[in-house]
């Protein structure tokens, strides 16, 4: 019996997740979508779109390759202002060349529209996960009443979304500086937008740890997963930021995923990127601490990717 078989036997209803990724350079973002697939198939949540919120040519449709891979279609949006012209991304083209039904991004919607449409259609709540820059949540905060729903952005998070997951920040230190919050000036003005202005709890898992948390390493040589691993470079594992994130997320609890939280109020340098923690019990935010050695996550993690 696996971790998502134990959790099956006291969840009584799935849960609503919307997911945000870069998709981008590295390749931890994969080994969190798998992870997503696999509890949607194990009825735990139902994964209800995914929002890329960086742009390189074979995004969607290489997102929806994976995806439909695992048998699923998922809505993709896209934050269409958010192209990047650099970076090495290795296994986009890779895994677009398995069957695909989103042919290319300018198929997809904007991730923000879509988030609003979801939210908007939603009977009940969702909970929005993010392993990537977090400008598509400030764009959906920031969003005006439309012909989607006559709310405007913060009060359909407020009223459809339970919590915010992200994977962001750098939290064992004063002044920590993590790459989804600093790696553009959107980010920076996104972390410092959300930590001021989102009206639902956050949990951020942050850079110190994923680190030793190496996983990834032990898929089948067949399965796209590992052929992206390798194209990235990362034929042993890689660091878990992203994967460790959402499993936090599908689990609802941080105890359950093998933390502890620190509760209070989390800040980020709208210029720098650096974030701050002031610690209060009665706080909206929360960063996580481990408890356990990196393999005592890392081998949670892959008896769930294979
Ligand atoms: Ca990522």
Redesign the pocket.
């Known amino acids: 019996m696996n971790l998502f078989d134990e959790i099956k036997a006291e969840r009584k209803e799935p849960v609503n997740i919307i997911h945000g990724?870069?998709?981008?350079t590295?390749c931890?973002?994969i080994a969190?979508l798998r992870l997503l697939l696999r509890a949607h198939k194990a009825g735990l949540i139902r994964l209800l779109g995914i929002g890329i919120n960086s742009v390189m040519e074979y995004s969607a449709p290489s997102v929806s390759a994976f995806c439909e891979y695992d048998g699923l279609r998922i809505p993709i949006g896209v934050d269409k202002s958010a192209l990047r012209d650099g970076g090495n991304c290795r296994y986009q083209k890779l895994l677009a060349e398995y069957p695909h039904t989103i042919r290319s991004n300018e198929d997809c919607p904007d991730a923000w529209r879509l988030y609003r449409k979801l939210l908007a259609e939603l009977d009940g709540k969702a909970d929005i996960t993010d392993?990537?820059?977090p400008q598509i949540i400030m764009q959906l905060l920031q969003s005006g009443p439309d012909e989607l729903s006559p709310l405007s952005g913060t009060e359909l998070v407020k009223e459809k979304v339970n919590r915010v997951w992200l994977?962001a920040g750098r939290w064992d230190m004063p002044n920590g500086k993590e790459?989804?919050l600093s790696a553009y000036p959107v980010c920076s003005e996104a972390g410092d937008y959300l930590c001021r202005n989102c009206p639902v709890p956050i949990t951020f898992v942050g850079f110190e740890v994923g680190l030793d948390v190496i996983t990834g390493g032990n898929a089948a040589e067949d399965d796209p997963l590992r052929r992206a691993f390798i194209a990235h470079g990362s034929a042993d594992g890689r660091c878990s930021?992203?994967p460790l994130t959402v499993l936090t997320a599908i689990l609802q609890d941080e105890a359950k995923a093998g933390y502890g939280v620190v509760r209070g109020y989390a800040r980020v340098d709208p210029v720098t990127g650096e974030n701050n923690f002031t610690a209060d019990e009665s706080g909206p935010h929360r960063f996580v601490t481990q408890q356990h050695s990196g393999q005592w996550y890392a081998d949670r993690i892959n008896a769930l990717l294979s």
Do not use: E
């Open positions: 990724t870069d998709w981008w590295d931890d973002d969190a392993v990537g820059f994977m790459y989804n930021w992203d």
